[in-house]
């Protein structure tokens, strides 16, 4: 189940389905009283903060150092192939690697996340290149051994079609 805090707390009492609503997977969205109920019933909880306009995963911080799946869907979205420059292998045979490592503080979150192949994984980890994520854009900056820096660009998102924005008319 997903629930936003605020009505886990309390708030929101009506089963429309709106933003603010509960989700339970593979049913749909439920009312505020019954998603508390559900709640207080669980063993625990994974905390996932995610935006509030757009519900993309943010990240889960210092509780827990994998990453639950709906970041995991995010990164594998977001990346779409291991993010060392020149690298094309897919997405599903990488791993997600910490930017800054868990051990040094680094949070589980997307902004200190990005996905490698195990090769790649390695050659950051003993410190052969070394990488930054650029605030916002997705990019990274990775520094080689000797020095020369590489961007890596996160897989290009084609947004819809902008609402404010009239629909073209068909070409017949």
Sequence with gaps: MTIPLGLALGGGTG?????????????????????????????????????????????????????????????????GTCRFPGCTRPVSVCEPDHTVEWQDGGPTDAGNLAMLCRRHHALKSIGAWKYRQMPGSGNLEWQSPFGRVHISEPVEVHPGPDPGKPPEPPPF
Excluded: M
Aim: positive net charge; glycine residues 10%.
């Design 15 to 79: 089963s429309e389905a709106t933003l603010d609503s509960a989700e339970l997977a593979g049913y749909g969205p439920i009312d505020g009283p019954t998603a508390r109920q559900l709640a207080a019933l669980a063993p625990n909880w994974q905390r996932l903060f995610t935006d509030c306009t757009t519900g993309k995963a943010l990240g889960v911080g210092r509780t827990a150092y994998r990453p639950p799946k709906a970041l995991l869907r995010y990164l594998h979205s977001r990346d």
